[in-house]
């Protein structure tokens, strides 16, 4: 059975940082890629950004340069650094397997905001 759990989001202030974590089992990262997308009430969700099984990274335009994702082959994990975040990257979290969509995990809630 898939699943997917996601950590470490949390509330910080404009320009802080978060280190987000996603251990999947029951699929592997490395044969169909791993993605991190965020949703907000009222939107639909969004691919922020991916890793692919040849460990090429992409981004979306308003991550890309400030969101590092990275893969841990060993551990099937995959983890999202965050900096210079603004309020509206405020959003829930959730990692997934893009080339194998899998159910969706409870994700983990970042807040950015004074």
């Not at 959003?91 to 990692?95: E, K, L, R, T």
């Given at each position: 059975q898939v699943?997917?759990?996601?950590?470490?989001?949390?509330?910080?202030?404009?320009?802080?940082?978060l280190r987000l974590s996603c251990t999947a089992s029951g699929i592997h990262f490395t044969l169909f890629g791993a993605g991190w997308y965020r949703q907000t009430?009222?939107?639909?969700r969004e691919?922020?950004?991916?890793?692919t099984r040849d460990s090429r990274t992409n981004y979306t335009d308003s991550v890309r340069g400030r969101?590092?994702?990275?893969?841990?082959?060993?551990?099937?994990?995959v983890y999202l650094r965050m900096n210079?975040?603004?309020?509206?990257d405020t959003?829930?979290?959730?990692?997934n397997s893009p080339g194998r969509l899998?159910?969706?995990?409870?994700?983990?809630q970042v807040t950015v905001s004074w």
């Open positions: 699943q997917f759990v996601e950590s470490g989001g949390g509330s910080v202030q404009p320009g802080g940082s009430p009222g939107k639909e691919l922020v950004a991916r890793v969101f590092t994702i990275s893969r841990d082959q060993r551990k099937n994990s210079n975040l603004k309020p509206e959003a829930v979290y959730y990692c899998g159910p969706w995990g409870q994700g983990t």
